[in-house]
């Protein structure tokens, strides 16, 4: 087992700034990547950000390229999401998820999921 827990999350203005975080404990052990999903309201969960065990690999989606950056601590557990130039169209229910399969983009090949936290962006 694995427990993820987020935080971080907030009410921001568009062209803000927040900082996601994702401390994993319990079982983390060859657990290879940790990506961040978000969920808005009547949309189904989406792929944002995912980092590889070692940091050296990522990926994004095509639409918060170049405004999140994800990275990770190893010997702290955690990863962030920094989350510049925020827009409104970036609320969402922000997840962190591990996956053993590597710098994956789908949800259903991650393996343990945290509970999430709200973005809210206002225009």
């Known amino acids: 087992q694995v427990q993820l827990t987020e935080s971080g999350g907030g009410l921001v203005q568009a062209g803000g700034s927040l900082r996601l975080s994702c401390a994993a404990s319990g079982r983390t052990f060859g657990y290879l990547a940790m990506g961040w999903f978000r969920q808005a309201p009547g949309k189904e969960r989406e792929f944002v950000a995912t980092?590889?065990?070692?940091?050296?690999?990522?990926r994004y989606a095509d639409s918060v390229k170049g405004r999140f950056t994800i990275s990770r601590d190893n010997a702290k557990n955690t990863v962030w999401l920094q989350m510049n130039s925020l827009k409104p169209e970036d609320t969402a229910v922000y997840y962190c998820?591990?996956?053993?399969?590597?710098?994956?983009?789908?949800?259903?090949?991650?393996?343990?999921w945290g509970q999430g936290t709200q973005v809210t962006v206002s225009s």
């Open positions: 998820a591990v996956t053993k399969r590597g710098v994956v983009v789908t949800t259903t090949l991650y393996d343990y």
């Open positions: 980092i590889s065990w070692s940091g050296g690999g990522t």
